[in-house]
């Protein structure tokens, strides 16, 4: 079962965090058929953060019930897979607040709860048709779905999150509201994955964005894990803006660059030793780079706070347009974070 919950971290609630209740509505586990040579209801971590008592922390998927987002669901059973890990799927329903109590209200309310629940069912089940093995639990949580998410995050090793690339509106008013602010306030990595089908070039890759901040070196360490988890290689970018004024040795500044991505990634590589890795600088404000090298890879690692983060910034200007540009799942990542 899930441990209980708490706040993740010592800041102060956003003003999205509202009010909700911390008590899980429903907490059930989800019984995978038996099968010779089975996992059992709790596998060992593959590299992954652990609990208390020496299991793996879970992939937590956000279930939207108005929304499925059954490419966002597929990866984190592939994830929890691969990490010999639980799924956790998670469906938040805004609880009736007393002002707005009554018939049509608590009816309303109620018929919302089960169709959250419908959700949590039918993702458990492609998860189970994909993963037979896979150990799933499923709970349904009274709260805005974005606080509720912050707020498990603390107990999981990813979260991951559908995206439709939505208009500024719609963003607004749907699923960019749940992206953005878990993206930003997280205590794990957060994936975010688009829907719809796309094609992962071959040999597969992970690309990470790197400069040198902080979230950088976490980035290059997730992007790492996924790679070797992944079979895949992992290309680390660094996108270097040609200054607007002013007179700049082109040249010098690549090299400059060069030096910086090596020493960035050679901090990592020595603990990622069988992942094969390359580099690249690249001329370009970071979004647009970061997008059109990653288009068809496996995924985007980028950390959530780049050198242009300024004091009380929780998500950086380049993680957040990637979340509107980027066509490939892309992977937010706090700093020091164990993967």
Not at 117 to 139: C, F, G, I, Y
Request: neutral net charge; glycine residues 8%; hydrophobic residues 45%.
């Amino acid at each position: 079962m899930v441990p209980a919950d708490r706040s993740a971290g010592t800041n102060s609630s956003p003003d999205w965090a509202g009010r909700s209740s911390s008590r899980a509505l429903t907490l059930r586990n989800v019984q995978m058929p038996a099968s010779s040579g089975g996992a059992g209801t709790r596998s060992q971590a593959a590299g992954g953060a652990m609990t208390s008592d020496g299991g793996a922390l879970p992939i937590m998927y956000g279930v939207d019930a108005a929304q499925p987002a059954e490419a966002a669901l597929d990866w984190a059973a592939d994830e929890a897979a691969r990490r010999g890990a639980r799924l956790h799927l998670v469906h938040a329903v805004l609880p009736v607040t007393h002002h707005v109590r009554g018939v049509e209200e608590t009816a309303h309310h109620k018929a919302m709860h089960t169709l959250g629940e419908e959700a949590l069912d039918k993702a458990a089940a492609r998860a189970r048709e994909r993963h037979p093995q896979l150990d799933v639990t499923v709970s349904a949580e009274p709260g805005n779905p974005a606080a509720v998410l912050v707020r498990k995050s603390g107990h999981a090793q990813s979260v991951v999150l559908g995206s439709r690339h939505l208009g500024r509106l719609a963003q607004l008013l749907s699923a960019a509201s749940t992206v953005v602010p878990v993206s930003a306030h997280a205590a794990c990595p957060v994936v975010v994955v688009p829907e719809g089908e796309r094609t992962v070039e071959e040999p597969p890759r992970v690309v990470v964005g790197v400069d040198d901040s902080e979230s950088a070196d976490a980035a290059v360490d997730y992007a790492c894990g996924v790679a070797a988890r992944s079979g895949a290689s992992v290309h680390a970018v660094w996108a270097w803006q040609r200054p607007r004024f002013g007179f700049w040795d082109e040249e010098a500044a690549m090299e400059a660059c060069e030096r910086h991505l090596y020493a960035a990634t050679e901090r990592r590589s020595a603990t990622w030793a069988d992942v094969p890795l390359s580099r690249e600088v690249l001329p370009g404000h970071p979004v647009d780079v970061l997008a059109g090298v990653a288009e068809r890879a496996l995924a985007l690692v980028v950390g959530r706070r780049g050198r242009e983060g300024f004091a009380g910034m929780r998500l950086g200007s380049v993680p957040h347009g990637l979340l509107h540009q980027a066509s490939c799942p892309v992977v937010i990542v706090p700093p020091a974070r164990p993967v």
